[in-house]
C-alpha cells in the first residue's frame, strides 16, 4: 500500500535515513583524519578534521584533531621552506627565526621518522650557517667594489672575503661608467665560481 509523502512514517523514515548517511560520512571522515596521521600526512588530516566540524562544530574527537593536526601541519611547512631556502639565513632575523623553530620541532613529543629526518637537517643547516667561507672576488682595479651589508674592499684585481652562507649582493661604481650589482650565493662549500663585479658601460 503506497504512502503519502507526508505521512508520519515516510517523515521518520526519511529522517533516520539522513541521520545514518550523516554518522556515515562523520565516521569516514574520521577514519580517513586517522589514516593520514598514521602517516605524517598532517595537512590532510587537519582538512579531514576541519570538514568533520564543518559538518558538526561539536564533535571533540574533530576539534581536538584538527588543532592537533593544524599545528603540525604548520611545523612541517615551516620545516620544509627553512630547509629549502638555507641561503636566506644571513637575511635579518632568519638565523634567530631558524633556531627557534628547530627548538619547536625538537619538543614535539613521540616525533615521526619525517620530522626526526627534518630536525637532523635543520640542525646540520644551522651548524654550517654560522661557520664562514673563504669567498674570491674579482674586479679590474678601478671599480669601487662594495658587498652590501658586510664589507667595503674597495678596488682590488682579486680579492677574498670571509662570509657566511647566504644571499648578498655586491655593487660596483666607477665614474664615468654604470653602476653594477652582482648578487651571489655562498654555501657552505663557497661559490660556484669567483665572483666578479666590474663596471664596463660608459655612460
Known amino acids: 500500500e503506497a504512502r503519502e509523502p507526508g505521512a508520519p512514517e515516510v517523515v521518520e523514515g526519511r529522517r533516520i535515513l539522513a541521520a545514518e548517511r550523516f554518522a556515515a560520512r562523520i565516521e569516514a571522515l574520521r577514519e580517513e583524519a586517522a589514516a593520514a596521521e598514521r602517516e605524517a600526512r598532517w595537512a590532510d588530516a587537519a582538512r579531514a578534521y576541519g570538514a568533520a566540524l564543518e559538518l558538526d562544530g561539536a564533535l571533540a574527537f574533530a576539534r581536538d584533531g584538527y588543532q592537533r593536526t593544524d599545528a603540525r601541519a604548520a611545523l612541517d611547512r615551516d620545516l620544509d621552506a627553512t630547509l629549502g631556502s638555507p641561503e636566506e639565513l644571513n637575511q635579518r632575523g632568519r638565523l634567530e627565526a631558524a633556531q627557534a623553530l628547530l627548538t ?24 654550517l650557517a654560522v661557520i664562514p667561507v673563504v669567498v674570491t672576488l674579482r674586479s679590474d682595479g678601478f671599480t669601487e667594489v662594495r658587498v652590501l651589508r658586510e664589507a667595503n674592499p674597495g678596488r682590488f684585481l682579486e680579492t677574498t672575503l670571509e662570509l657566511l652562507p647566504g644571499r648578498y649582493v655586491a655593487t660596483g661604481t666607477r665614474i664615468g661608467y654604470q653602476d653594477v650589482r652582482v648578487s651571489f650565493v655562498v654555501t657552505p662549500e663557497g661559490t660556484e665560481a669567483p665572483v666578479s663585479v666590474r663596471c664596463t658601460t660608459r655612460l
Do not use: M
Not at 104 to 127: H, T
Open 104 to 127: 619547536r620541532a625538537r619538543s614535539v613529543a613521540d616525533p615521526d621518522p619525517r620530522l626526526a629526518r627534518q630536525v637532523e637537517a635543520l640542525d646540520e643547516l644551522l651548524r
